[in-house]
């Protein structure tokens, strides 16, 4: 990552509690942009958690991998 390089960092929550669900990362490299999504822990060890995915995540949609313009 260049010292240029634009890193943006979004807590995702869910519920009305607010409980967190993990940290959404977005960064902008000159013309190269991507982000990843790591869980939370306390999501993951939480016994009543359920997967949370796109609603055609199972169809095979493709996952945009950069920002379009």
């Given at each position: 990552m260049?010292v240029s390089?634009l890193?943006?960092l979004?807590?995702v929550?869910i519920?009305?509690?607010?409980q967190?669900?993990?940290?959404?990362?977005?960064?902008k490299?000159?013309a190269?942009?991507?982000?990843?999504?790591?869980y939370?822990?306390t999501?993951?060890n939480d016994?009543?958690?359920f997967?949370?995915?796109?609603p055609?995540a199972?169809?095979?949609a493709?996952?945009?991998?950069?920002?379009?313009?």
């Amino acid at each position: 990552m260049t010292v240029s390089a634009l890193k943006s960092l979004v807590m995702v929550c869910i519920g009305k509690e607010a409980q967190p669900l993990g940290q959404l990362t977005y960064v902008k490299d000159g013309a190269r942009e991507y982000s990843a999504f790591a869980y939370d822990n306390t999501w993951l060890n939480d016994p009543a958690r359920f997967e949370v995915s796109r609603p055609d995540a199972d169809q095979g949609a493709p996952v945009p991998a950069c920002a379009q313009p």
